[in-house]
């Protein structure tokens, strides 16, 4: 169907609904010009950046929520100053108090009149290790479980939950906290399992609703995510200044709701669900994605298949790199700044969070280019996906190296670190878009594995960190930090570089014939979508072909 076409059908579609509902008629031209694939865009976007809002707040609340123990000591250091003399206490002063809770005694210490918002707990840095570390021990385990639901339930029931969920914990975690930190513990474990969920969800919808060109571009909307970690910390801290810690909670889970409402509103799990799709761009999508992409919700998941795929093991294992060196800036990078460089915690907050602003930018220009190399078959897709890992790994790991040897030159050190987290963001027109590439069916379950095996490392970058450095204001210390991340990034993008490919794999297709997972998969391909393309559009439907 040639283009005129198309727009004699608008001209029909738009003339025939104007009578029968003449008072929304203007409402719904308005409607009809944006894209329900731009809408599914922002609602990716905003739910990344509320999802990593809620998973970070507590780090930087923790902060005000805990007395430091350096307030009982002598002395200071070049960074600190410490509180010596606490003032004496008389009754009716309001200055402390001790609640009894669970056969335990937590002392609970004010810094000035007595408030509920100024409450600071004294919990010792194993109880706040195993707050924080909580959150990603359950997050890595519901990465198949938010596979498989999603196959069942769809990116709508899933998503949409599990930030519900997230939500209601936020704003429970500051009475949790009264109660025993044993209860915030809890609420942080049953948070990274929600969590968990939403990246399997939300790549089992790329299939049904992105077109193949179209797809670099779409997943730079999962970096809403660095948007929600850069304005987590300097949010954190005026709220804390102004209000209080626990109205950091009461904030993030009322806007956690609030996504909610929209996500029922507006979101969808296919096009054909849609009910206010437009006509024209139902069908764009529909001859633009696989007949077996549409076909493939509630199919069986070939586990042992994806288990035993080198393609999904090489994204696995060299997106576990890029994790590893994206942690060290995340929380690493707070304690490095306030240790080595002095910074307080204002200037932390805002130095630590920029960066992660500025990545968001990098990786729409990323995906932008990505899609502009396969639709003018610059590079084939195998080659382009190969690419962009290679720029969010390599070079983040030298320059994290750098960062170490380059030692109190504040100024040259910021601008690398600048730079580093911005080419992190390359992956997501790379790797982790080349989890769609081969299983568009299965795009939710093969997430969930392969950040199975890369969100380990969530977890044992601090611990790796924690047993190098014993004194943190020795630099030396940590530049054996920065030169496991190089290591660590640099070696595992080679198994991708030999082992990745974007071609889709045998096991995607919903029919389980042995005769078609049998068959030679260049064939496959070469029987997907582009008979169907329209000749005014191009796609890069044939460059798997060339690999």
């Known amino acids: 169907m040639g283009r005129n076409s198309l727009r004699m059908d608008e001209k029909e579609v738009n003339f025939l609904p104007k009578p029968k509902i003449p008072k929304v008629g203007c409402f719904r031209a308005v409607c009809d010009r944006i894209p329900a694939r731009l809408v599914l865009y922002f609602l990716s976007w905003s739910g990344f950046l509320v999802s990593f809002v809620m998973r970070n707040d507590i780090n930087f609340a923790l902060v005000a929520m805990v007395q430091d123990p350096s307030a009982n000591a002598t002395g ?6 410490l509180v010596n003399d606490m003032p004496s206490l008389e ?15 937590t002392t609970v210490l004010l810094d000035g009149p007595a408030s509920i918002d100024d409450i600071k707990f004294d919990w010792d840095s194993t109880v706040q290790a195993v707050i924080k570390s909580s959150f990603y021990w359950c997050y890595v385990l519901s990465q198949v479980v938010g596979g ?10 899933v998503f949409g939950w599990s930030q519900f969920l997230t939500a209601a914990c936020s704003l429970l975690i500051p009475h949790a906290a009264d109660l025993h930190y044993g209860a915030v513990i809890l609420l942080r474990s049953v948070q990274g ?30 970096q809403g995510f660095s948007i929600g970690i850069g304005l987590t910390y300097p949010l954190c801290g005026f709220i804390i200044a102004h209000f209080g810690w626990r109205h950091v909670f009461y904030t993030t889970g009322t ?29 764009y999508i529909e001859l633009n994605v696989s007949e077996d992409i549409k076909n493939g919700q509630g199919m069986r998941v070939p586990w042992r298949r994806i288990f ?28 490095y700044m306030q240790k080595i460089f002095c910074f307080d915690i204002q200037q932390n907050g805002l130095l630590s969070g920029a960066p992660f602003l500025c990545s968001y930018l990098s990786s729409v220009l990323f995906c932008y280019v990505a899609d502009l190399l396969m639709d003018n078959k610059t590079l084939t897709l195998t080659n382009v996906r190969k690419l962009f890992t290679a720029l969010s790994q390599i ?6 190296l750098l960062v170490g040897y380059l030692g109190y030159q504040i100024v ?109 998969d260049s064939a496959v391909i070469a029987n997907q979508p582009m008979i169907k393309v329209e000749p005014g559009l191009k796609f890069d439907d044939d460059e798997d072909d060339d690999d």
């Open 91 to 105: 009754e009716g002063d309001n200055y402390n108090y001790t609640l009894s809770v669970a056969n335990a005694t």
């Open 193 to 222: 399992f929600a969590s968990g969920l939403t990246w399997p969800a939300m790549y089992a919808i790329v299939g049904y609703w992105i077109p193949p060109v179209e797809r670099s571009r779409f997943m730079s909307s999962f």
């Open 255 to 283: 806007i956690g709701m609030v996504w909610c409402v929209f996500w029922y509103l507006l979101a969808y799990n296919t096009p054909q669900e849609h009910p206010r799709i437009t006509p024209e761009e139902l069908e």
């Open 308 to 335: 035993t795929s080198m393609p999904v093991w090489a994204i696995g294992l060299t997106t576990f790199g890029r994790i590893w060196v994206h942690y060290t800036f995340i929380m690493s990078g707070p304690e």
């Open 395 to 400: 070079v983040p790991g030298v320059l994290v």
């Open 148 to 157: 498989v639901a999603t196959q069942y339930f769809g990116t709508k029931n």
């Open 76 to 81: 200071s250091d070049h960074c600190n100053t």
């Open 412 to 520: 040259t050190v910021l601008i690398l670190w600048f730079i580093a987290v911005t080419f992190i963001t390359a992956s997501y027109a790379g790797a982790m878009a080349n989890i769609v590439d081969i299983a568009p069916n299965l795009a939710g379950p093969v997430l969930a594995f392969a950040q199975t095996i890369h969100m380990t490392a969530s977890f044992l970058q601090p611990l790796v960190t924690g047993f190098m450095v014993t004194d943190s204001q020795n630099i030396n210390q940590w530049l054996h930090v920065f030169g496991v991340s190089s290591v660590v990034a640099i070696s595992t993008y080679l198994i991708y570089q030999v082992f990745g490919t974007a071609e889709i794999q045998s096991w995607n297709y919903p029919v389980p014939d042995p005769e078609v997972t049998s068959s030679d």
